[in-house]
Every structure is written in C-alpha cells, then in structure tokens.
C-alpha cells in the first residue's frame, strides 16, 4: 500500500476530570488547553481514467471533522478526521476550501488548490528537484512541479522497498536511504487523465558524517567565573550579536552552517580552510584563565584557534595548534598564557578564527566556546555533585579525598572526578564532602546516585549525611551503604537515605569504604567518585504495584525495542475499550518525591506521534476524596520509537503524600486496545 506523506491521525487536546475506581463517571470539564484546528491540508489522488474522480483525504492538527467545500459550486460535505471522500470534477482549477472544527468548537481554515485536466502531465523541469539532503545522511528530496498534473508518486529504488512514496504537486518528499550508494529513482506524476507522465534519474545517497552524540555537557560555573560565547550551557555575552561567519563569505572553498543534534546546536564548518566568528562585542577577557572549546571530525587534520584582537593585522595574528582525534569530541581548554607568552592582548578580543589543515579538505563540528576561570565563589550546595567544581574536602583517620582528572572515561565522559582512597589508620577511615551555602535538602527515602569506579565487585561504601554539631554530638542519618558489582569499571550505585530528621541541618556527606577493614592506600583501595545525585527512577527492572481502570491495562514486560532504549524491562499501557478517561495507575510504597514546577521526564515508546499522554500524581485517599496534582500533558513526536517527554508538575499540595503516578493516553478518545493504542513506558524519573 502507498505511504501517503501526511499523518492521519486525530490529536484531541483536552482533559477531563474522571473517576479512578469507580464506574460512576460524575463531570466532564473541558480545560483552556484546546486549540485552534491548525496546519490543515489535503492530499489528492486522482482517478487516472478521465472521469474526473478525485479522492480528497484532509488532514490537520487538533481536528475532529472536516468540511470540505469541492470549489465547483456543489454543496460542502463533511469528513471525519482519517477519512477520505471521493468527487467528480469537470475539467478545470479548484480551490478546495477546509475547515477544521476541533472537539471544542474552534475551527481553522486552509485552502487547497486542485488542477483537474484530461490531458497527459507535462512537467516543468525548472522547478522539479532531486537533491541531496543537507542535514539528513543518505537523505534525498524530491520535488515535482507539473501542468496538467495533481499528485505524484515516487519509486526510490532500494531493494525491499517496493511502494511508492506520494505527495501532491508542488509539494516536497523526504526520503532517507539505509545505505549510501547509487540508486535509480523513478517519478510517475499522475492527473485525472488516463496517460501519466514519467521518468528516472540515478542518484548518488551520500552519507553525512556526523557526531552521533553532543559534545560534554560543561559542569556548573558561576557567572562571575565564566564569558561565553557559544554554548547552550552558560549566559553568552550580554548584547552580543554571535554570528558564526564573520562576513568574509565562504572563504576558499569552506562553508558554514548550525547543526542541530538531538535539540543540541553546534557551529558545523565544512571544507574548513579559513573561517571565522563574529562575537559581536569587544570582550576583556583578562580576568579569565582558560579558553574551552569541544571540536569533532570524522578526518585527519589539526586546526589552528585563533582569538582575534581589535586592530591587529593578519600577518601578527596569534594562534594555537591542535591535532584532532577524529570519530570523539576533542575537548580543549586552553591556558591564555598560550596567547598572551606570545604577545597577545586578551582586553580587545572581537572574533575567532578557525584554519584547518590540510586546507579546505576536513570538515569539524564545534560546541562549547567560553572563557573560565577557577572558581574563587561560593559553590551553591546540594545535589547534583559533579566535581566539575570545587567543594569542601576533608578526611579522617587515614582517608583521603581529591580532585583528579577522569582516568577513565569509557563509560563516564567527565574530566574531573574525585578520587577517595583510604589509607592505614583506623577501619572507619573516610572522607566528607561539605556544603558551605545550605544544608543538604534531604528527606526520608530519597535516592542518591552516584557513578562510581572500583577496583574490585564487592567494595561497600558507607555514606551518611551529618550535621554541623562537632563530635562527639554530631547527629547523622542512618548508615547506608552500596556494594560495587563492576571491577575497574564505572557503574551507578543506589543509595536510599532513611533516618532523617527534618528538625537538622545536614551540612556533610560523610563516605567511608570497605567500613570494618583497615586500608592500605593501594589501588585496592582506591576509588573514583562522580555525579551524586538525587534520583526519583522507576525503571521497571524491579516489581511496582500497578493497577488499571475503566479499560486501561498495564504489565511490566521484556523490552521490544532496545532501539533508542537499552532497558531489559519496560511497562506496556494499552488503552482498551471502555471509558474515553480509560488509564493505568504505578503506586509506590513511599510517596513520589514531587514539589511544584519540579519537571518530570519519562522515556515513551510511541505507534504514532502526536499521541498526548496525560500524567497526574494522587494520593492514597479513596475515590471521590482523592486529592490530586493538576493534569500534566505531554505529546509524542516520534512514531515508531523511543523519545523523551516533559512535564512540569503543577497543583502540589505540600501537605498531601502523592503514591500514585496516574497515566491516560489520548484523555477524551475511546481505545480500541490494538497497537494504535498501545505503548511503553520507562524511567520515570525527577530532574
């Protein structure tokens, strides 16, 4: 069957007020989250027999039912969202005017031209394309212009793939091959005549190279300690006017462009020979000490950085020099005193220049552009601790804490990690790292992660949280303790915090290894620290309480797809037939952790994008008493794959205990409980 281009699917933005446990279904209440009917059009497929029969399948956002007026003087007629109507016109053009009325009664209007002619396409070669994509590896385009002509169809010659993609004329198709190579592309443009016009081309799919991941997310720094000038990360510089080509043009064969990863964009130079930035504003950076910048390419080249001065003519120009190890990000911070030693004042810096050798052949992506210098500031306390930054270290009784380089980035990119080694002394010998703002903002049966790296599976290590009192009257939580499973490997170890007393302040997290057994200061007792921090995860790996109503189902099962999501288990919720408030319920034995505007991201495997998955958070109380969190509406984007949904909690009441997670998908459609209504869930979790 033909891949008709457009999405033909219903997306209802409304919520209801609905009943969790009981069939009496009291109120329906119909939010402000409608919107207007929008991005409405048609596609066309002609009868090719010159009868003039046209087959109209309107499409849109947030549509229920359409009216579609022909243009031919006849009366309109309406279709359901997903279905198609069929009329016969007279030779001649027609505007085909729509209007959308969504589940709230707003419309939105669209007009559609359709050429009807009994005469064979003629196609106008000007404005017909196939070009390769500029962003889409492997990716062509195609886009066919035509007299006489209504749609058209387009065979794109890889094996397997034996249905036509359509589209109307005028209108572009994407198509991305699975692998690069040669193939012959052939284009059939169809009217309402029975003689259809076509031709191939042979293509050449040629594959982008291109990060497959962002570049290292930089660490916390206070604004006082950092000028950016290209990052997603920091503040660039106030009122600059950044423009990641200086005017020169494309100079020497080498072009520009942004690049957009995963909602990441990065500065991209192709061909690079002699490029530049244009900040926008003279920056003094002599405050500063490093210059950072995150740089990748799939070539064998070295690239010359350049921090250009007001004023200062070409042949004086200052640089650095670096070899790039291609197919990683290449991180640099670079000591100013690289420049400065050679004559370079920082007070008058305006542009940046790129060279890249050889010339003109290597192509680089570049992220994370900005002056830093060591913190001399207060660090602000609490989780997450990354140790991108400094913080209170001490040790007792023959431990030791420091900051080192990251001597293992396979599986942890981090460039700095605390190392925790515990030495002769006493079997309690530990260290503490402690807050100098606030105390720790802990509460009972929270979760602490940190990556951790151990030089052998079984290692305990102890953490606690104190507080400020001196010993022997220091108060502390419970002991907890994680046990590494990875030798000389990083691993994520859990710690669930109990023993709290919400009337202290905790001002230390105290961390001893192997507790009970004296150390030596050797590489076995040597270990490596990175990212603590609190975690709210079900992962689905271990049993939940999990309940369904009024038609939903949900059941833990093995992962159908590890594309895009490695987890062994995840939930699958289906909506069946029953009520259209029809959900499921994940009900945890301690309360969800949850405070207003806190955001929650929740890894969604969709059969459809634009699929809105309500979330809420109730409490423990019997229906109709239950209290609850406002309703959170997220919708997926990705067909067919895992992507990342965002809510942000709103309608807290602080002083309720939140035990169930509630899920309804598609809040107002009845389900069917087939694969159209049927997805998976993963990693609930805080950030």
Known sequence: ??????????????????????????????????????????????????????????????????????????????????????????????????VGTGITGLKGEATVPLNVSFQAPIINTEETMIVNSSSVSKGV??????????????????????????ANIGETIYYAYAEPGTYTITVVVKGTAIETTDFTEEFEAIAIVQPINSAPAPGFRAPQDVISVYTSVYENVPGSDFFPNWGQGDCCGSSWATFDLNGDEMLNYINLSYQGIQIGSVQDVTGMEMLHIDIWTADDMSIDIYPLQVGVPAEDEKFVTKQLVKDEWNSFDIPLSEFTDQGLD????????????????????????????????????????????????????????????????????????????????????????????????????????????SPRAGLNLL????????????????????????????????????????????????????????????????????????????????????????????SVIDNPDSNGNPSAKVAQVVKGAGQPWAGSKITTDLPVLISENMEITVKVWSPRAGLNLLMKFEDATPWPDTKATADLIATTTVANGWEELTYTVTGVDSNLDYYNIVLIMDNGTNGDGSANYTIYVDDISSN
């Open 346 to 453: 920082i007070d008058q810096i305006h542009q940046f220049k790129f060279v890249g050798s050889p010339w003109a052949e290597g192509t680089v992506f570049i992220d994370n552009i900005y002056f830093w210098k060591e913190s001399t500031g207060v660090i602000p306390n609490g989780l997450p601790i990354n140790f991108e930054d400094e913080y209170a270290f001490r040790s007792f009784d023959g431990g030791d804490i420091s900051v080192i380089a990251n001597p293992d980035t396979n599986g942890n990119s981090s460039s700095m990690v605390a190392q925790l080694v515990k030495g002769a002394g006493q079997p309690w010998a530990g260290s503490v790292i402690s807050s100098t703002g606030a105390p720790y903002a802990l509460s009972e049966g929270m979760t602490v992660t940190a990556n951790v790296w």
């Open 463 to 554: 953490m606690k949280f104190e507080d400020a009192t001196p010993w022997p009257d220091t108060k502390a939580t419970a002991d907890l303790i994680a046990t590494t499973t990875v030798a000389n490997g990083w691993e994520e170890l859990t710690w669930t915090v109990t023993g709290v007393d919400p009337a202290l302040d905790y001002y230390n997290m105290v961390l001893i290894m192997d507790n009970g057994t004296n150390g030596d200061g050797s590489a076995n007792f040597t270990v490596y620290l990175d990212d603590f921090s609190v975690a709210s995860y079900l992962d689905f790996e271990s049993p939940y309480s999990l309940s369904s109503f009024d038609g939903g189902d949900i």
């Open 1 to 98: 069957m033909k891949a008709i281009k457009y999405l033909l699917s219903a997306v209802l933005l409304f919520s209801v007020i609905w009943s969790c446990d009981d069939d009496d279904f009291g109120s329906i209440d119909f939010v402000n989250t409608a919107v207007t009917p929008s991005n409405l059009n048609a596609a066309f497929e002609p009868t090719q027999d010159n009868s003039g029969v046209v087959t109209i399948t309107p499409n849109g956002e947030g549509v229920v039912s359409y009216s579609v007026d022909f243009g031919d003087g006849s009366s309109p007629e309406t279709v359901q969202q997903g279905e198609s109507i069929a009329h016969t016109f007279a030779e001649g053009t027609y505007d085909i005017k729509l």
């Open 141 to 166: 385009e195609v886009t066919v212009n035509a007299e006489f002509a209504i749609s058209y169809d387009v065979y794109f010659g890889e094996p397997g793939m034996d249905d036509p993609v359509s």
